[in-house]
């Protein structure tokens, strides 16, 4: 056999083959990857940037002075904002045209909060979110997050869906993750580590996160790595690094080769 035409033949059998390995994606399968990753970590971005206007409040006092603080901080921080406190649940209503501007980033929609424990030592807050946006995605659903004994690391659980507003692109998934304030500074961003699961347009998806940093206003992560299962159950590795201060790269580990591709602060992703 003519040894040029060897790879050729053996790309025509793998493609009649149901479950290629994972070697075998296509640049075009390894960007998709790329997109569906960042889609769907956008939109828990979104959502858990405003945790941070809810996080303001004396421990050891009452659930509903708990939420009478969390309203005079937002509105502290949100001028533009409609804020309604009823016993301990508290609403921020962002507006649905112009909108508010938090961290860099401007959201419509609203953010219903309720403080179910405020004591010293166990933390548990309810979180609500309804159409919210930064003009990219739009979330809406639930999470519950829990600071216990004296760490400063808090545990986010979430239930969300999402459109990606460029193209209409969806997805709906829950997650479980561990974080911890970047730099020491949760205004700053986020390190996190756990997993995140979700159903997008091809099928399920997996994903396992280590040891990433991540800034509000930043598509990705900056740094540290994720572990993807496709719905094909394919195994890659992404690993993010900063280019410039409006550009992140992703590399990509398990495709026919490594590949690199930049993600904008848009979160337009394009093969390195």
């Not at 999402?162 to 479980?176: A, K």
Request: proline share 2%; aromatic share 8%.
């Amino acid at each position: 056999m003519n040894n040029r035409t060897f790879p050729v033949l053996y790309l025509s059998f793998c493609s009649i083959l149901t479950g290629c390995p994972a070697d075998e994606l296509t640049t075009a399968e390894a960007k998709e990857a790329v997109v569906e990753a960042t889609v769907a970590s956008q939109a828990s971005s979104v959502a858990e940037g405003t945790i941070e206007l809810t996080t303001s409040f004396s421990l050891g006092v009452a659930v509903e002075q708990a939420a009478q603080e969390i309203a005079e901080f937002a509105a502290s921080q949100l001028a533009c904002a409609e804020i309604e406190r009823e016993g301990a649940t508290v609403t921020i209503r962002f507006g649905e045209e112009q909108g508010c501007e938090y961290h860099g980033m401007t959201y419509t929609g609203s953010h219903t909060v309720k403080v179910a424990r405020a004591q010293e030592g166990e933390v548990l807050i309810e979180h609500t979110w309804e159409a919210l946006s930064n003009g990219r995605v739009e979330v809406s659903g639930s999470a519950e997050v829990t600071w216990t004994g004296t760490t400063q690391a808090r545990r986010v659980t979430h239930e969300l869906t999402w459109t990606r507003l460029v193209d209409g692109r969806t997805g709906s998934g829950s997650g479980d993750r561990t974080q911890s304030a970047l730099g020491g500074d949760w205004a700053d961003g986020i390190t996190l580590s756990g997993t995140r699961s979700w159903s997008g347009k091809a099928g399920e998806w997996d994903l396992g996160i280590e040891d990433v940093e991540w800034r509000w206003a930043d598509p990705v992560p900056q740094s540290g790595s994720y572990t993807l299962t496709t719905p094909q159950d394919d195994e890659l590795t992404l690993t993010f690094t900063r280019f410039d201060k409006d550009t992140l790269v992703v590399s990509l580990d398990g495709a026919r080769r490594n590949l690199e591709f930049r993600v904008s602060s848009q979160g337009e992703v394009e093969e390195n």
